[in-house]
Nanobody, 124 residues
Framework: QVQLVESGGGLVQAGGSLRLSCAAS????????MGWFRQAPGKEREFVAA????????YYADSVKGRFTISTDNAKNTVYLQMNTLKPEDTAVYYC?????????????????WGQGTQVTVSS
């Protein structure tokens, strides 16, 4: 059974940093794209960042480019999202997702597996 388990969310002041982790288990993800999405109250789920598990190609939403960094630790089967210079508008539930390579990385429906989400709250 595939599981994606996020951790690392919390409350932080504007300008601060957080690192989210997503521990993956239950299958081989070598041919997969791993993504982070977020959903704020009353808004649709939106793409944040994605990375190919083995190739290392990365993709970012314009709103987080230069502030967030996605990475993987293959030995730990874990995906990270380092979030710096956080803003109140980054407040949302952050979800980790896994989908096959070759699909549209910014589209939520392209991903097969999802974690339960972790709350990130940025105070002003």
């Amino acid at each position: 059974q595939v599981q994606l388990v996020e951790s690392g969310g919390g409350l932080v002041q504007a300008g601060g940093s957080l690192r989210l982790s997503c521990a993956a288990s239950g299958r081989t993800f070598s041919n997969y794209l791993m993504g982070w999405f977020r959903q704020a109250p009353g808004k649709e789920r939106e793409f944040v960042a994605a990375i190919s598990w083995t190739g290392g190609s990365t993709y970012y939403a314009d709103s987080v480019k230069g502030r967030f960094t996605i990475s993987t630790d293959n030995a730990k089967n874990t995906v990270y999202l380092q979030m710096n210079t956080l803003k109140p508008e980054d407040t949302a539930v952050y979800y980790c997702a896994g989908g096959r390579l070759g699909r549209l990385y910014a589209v939520a429906n392209a991903y097969d597996y999802w974690g339960q989400g972790t709350q990130v709250t940025v105070s002003s």
